[in-house]
């Protein structure tokens, strides 16, 4: 019996059981893959030593849990095709934004363990931030074996579903922003005679500076921000320039504009 069946082996299915298999939360032995497209699957074992099966009905008698790693409008149909008439209790993680436990335990059946999980792409990198919510029946046991699987690719916290919107806006969505972010501080570092190459380079590692110093030093942003802001100095004016252009307010604005859509993805007409 494997200890993870994965289904749909497409960019974030991949990412994620790349990063299980890299980061030891799971040996190939322990995984199964199952995709639309065979030869995907079969390429996939072949690579890393896990096995591919050929049919959903193989991947369910064969894991112990199932990991969904389809698009939203393809989770009922896998689901359904996956469990229908499998009576033993089976752990259902599903990533696909937008699709509730409810729909989730709708298409499985009620007897299936749901549980929810909102990952972000620098899981690819074992970066990622992900929230992990329990659904209909999902056990302790489940819960602790879902944050050992992705805590290997990144930090994992525990929300009720009613925050998995604000997940979106604050990570699971945000990689995009903080891209922009970093693009645009590479052009302030072009307008200002840098070369574009030169600019990117510090740009992107002044952002990744800055979020270990948050993280390892425990600090409030607020705290480290002022400690570099001189008197008169450099930062404080850029900082004063940031808050006239409106920058917090954006951020904040932007995180609602995710979880906003996200909410309305959600109502069962879409
Ligand atoms: N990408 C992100 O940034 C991100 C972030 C958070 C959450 N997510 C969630 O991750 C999920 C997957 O997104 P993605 O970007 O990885 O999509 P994707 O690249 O299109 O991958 C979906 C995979 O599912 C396979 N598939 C479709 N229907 C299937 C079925 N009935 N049985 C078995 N396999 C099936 C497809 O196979 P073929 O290749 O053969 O067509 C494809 O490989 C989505 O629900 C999304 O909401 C993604």
């Known amino acids: 019996m494997h200890d993870l069946g994965l289904i749909g082996l497409g960019n974030m299915g991949r990412a994620l059981t790349d990063g299980f298999l890299a980061n030891g939360a799971l040996t190939p032995p322990q995984l ?12 996939y074992a072949a690579t890393t030593g896990c ?40 752990l259902v993680i599903s990533v696909a934004a937008g699709v509730t436990c409810d729909t989730l335990s709708a298409s499985a059946g009620a007897n299936h363990r749901i549980v929810r999980v909102m990952p972000n792409t620098p ?8 929230s992990i919510t329990a659904g209909p029946n ?10 050992k699987l992705f805590s290997s690719v990144g930090i994992c916290v525990t929300v009720p579903e009613d ?8 990570s699971g969505s945000a990689p995009a922003y903080v891209y922009t972010f970093i693009e645009a501080l590479a ?21 990744l500076g800055a979020a270990r110093m948050v ?13 570099v802001a ?24 932007a995180a609602a504009a995710a979880a906003n859509r996200s909410r309305e993805m959600s109502r069962p007409s879409n």
Request: avoid cysteine; aromatic fraction near 2%; glycine fraction near 8%.
């Open 187 to 207: 052009d302030g570092g072009v307008v200002q005679g840098l070369s574009r190459a030169d600019s990117l380079k510090l740009a992107a590692q002044t952002v």
């Open 32 to 43: 199964a893959v199952f995709t639309r497209t065979e030869e995907k699957a079969q390429d």
């Open 163 to 170: 925050k998995i919107h604000a997940v979106i806006g604050v």
């Open 138 to 147: 999902a056990t302790e046991d489940d819960l602790a074996f879902v944050e």
């Open 215 to 227: 993280q390892e030093s425990g600090d409030h942003p607020a705290v480290l921000r002022d400690a």
């Open 51 to 90: 096995t591919a099966v050929a049919s959903l009905a193989e991947l369910v008698n064969s894991s112990s849990a199932l990991l969904a790693a389809v698009k939203p409008y393809q989770m009922h149909e896998a689901l359904s095709a996956a469990l229908d008439g499998v009576t033993e209790s089976k």
């Open 230 to 253: 001189s008197p008169g100095g450099t930062t404080i004016a850029a900082i004063h320039s940031l808050e006239q252009s409106g920058l917090r307010a954006a951020v904040i604005d």
């Open 123 to 130: 899981s690819l990198i074992g970066a990622g931030a992900s």
